[in-house]
Structures are given as C-alpha cells and as structure tokens.
C-alpha cells in the first residue's frame, strides 16, 4: 500500500502502516539510526511500536545537596564505649588501612573500653600508640586477682616482640621481670639460659631465666605437681597452680 493512501484512509478495517524517520539535528546519524514502524493491527485500534530511535538529552538537572559527614570507624573498645556499645563481646575495630578486625572488648571491668589481646598479630591496641595494661586471672574457685600497669606495648617483628612496659600501677605484679625481653617460641628461642625456657614450661612467653610468669602456659586445672608449666602467675598462687581465666587486656591513655 502506498503511503500517501494510507494516510488518507478511514474506517475500522484499514491497516495503517506509518513509517518516520530520524530529521533534524540527528540527520548526520541518519545511517546508523534505525526507522521507526507504528503498526496497527487489522480490525484493532491497538498500535504496536516496533523500534525507536533516542531523541536528544535533556539538559543536566541542578548539582544536590552535599551528603552528610561520615564518623570515623572506631579504632579501638574504648571508642566503642564512647559511641554508647555497652556491652562486653565482640566487635570490629579498624586498623589505619580501614581493615575491620574482630575484637573482643570488655565494657565491665574498671570502667571499661579493654581490648583484650589475643596473639601477637595485627592488633593496632597492642602494637600502636599509649594504652595501659591490664592482668585479669581467675582460679577454679572463681577467686580474681588482678595487676595494672601504666603502659604497655609490644615491639615489632624485627625486635621479636620484645615487651615494653610501663610501671606497676596496683594488684599482684608477676611480669615486670620481663619488661623489655623478646618473645620465646618452642621455634624462636630468645631467652638468656642454654635450655629453652618455651619448651621446659610448655608456653611461649618473654621468657629470661626462666619465668614469674607463664600466660600462655598449658591449662592444669589448678593445683598440678609438675614445674611452672601451667598458667603461672607467681605472686598470685605460686608455680604449681594452673588458672582457670587469664586475660590481658590494653585500653587508650
């Protein structure tokens, strides 16, 4: 059918075909723009659209408000406690790079905002800045007793951990004996006495001739015959008694 025929058409019955194409500003794209077909069926007053071509952009809408400031991840327990998180357990902590490290935190214990550390790995609380220490231990019977110190911190890799502490701040002090040793492991012997102290009392410590005291020691469940090998704290219940808890724990000064 022709298309100056089918324009001029009526009536229910008439197919109507209409066929447009692209003008104006987007003539020199003519090539590369595809025709338009507006179909009517047959006996229909439906219209079904085969293919179109873009018409040109709008213009760019106003610039929007700013968004607001985002708070700075919490680095540390202390700052979580700050923020209102109240309860101990749990949380992620971001390191400078803005890596989340899950930490568990003591929001109970003289005020709060304790980190408590767990290894020698990636923890900015132990590696970085000023915290004070805290000991916490607890035998079998359920008897705590505590130590404080006014800072602490580990060295780095290259000086094999070594324990940089502050001084005794109250409680029962069993570790300023080992203040500025190196780390000792069954595999990194850096103790002063020819036998290896890590594997002699089955821990890994700042071990010198040997301990007073043995954190990482083997669970003994209390009282236990053999030497120094257990959990130790000597100023608490001696060499031969093994607690049931011992946490050391750091928070910002």
Known sequence: MERGRAAAATGPAVTLAIVLSCTGAWAAAANSCPEVQVVGLEGSDKLSILRDCPGLPGAAGPKGDAGVNGERAPRTCKELLTRGHFLSGWYAV???????????????????????????????????????????????????????????KMAGEAEKYRLVL??????????????????????????????????????????????LSNLNGLYLRGSHETFANGINWKSGKGYNYSDKVSEMKVRPV
Request: proline content about 4%; overall charge negative.
């Open 166 to 211: 502050g001084a005794f701040a109250g409680g029962s002090d069993s570790l300023s004996n080992h203040n500025n040793l190196a780390f000792s492991t069954k595999d990194q012997d850096n103790d002063s006495v020819p036998e290896k102290c890590a594997e002699r009392h089955s821990g890994a410590w700042w071990y010198y001739q040997c301990h």
């Open 94 to 152: 971001y390191l400078p790079d803005c890596r989340p490290l899950s930490t568990l935190c003591d929001m109970d214990t003289d005020g709060g905002g304790w980190t408590v550390s767990v290894g020698t790995g990636d923890r900015p609380a132990v590696h970085g800045g000023t915290n004070e220490l805290r000991v916490d231990l607890m035998d079998l019977e359920g008897n705590r007793q505590f130590a404080k110190y006014s800072s602490f």
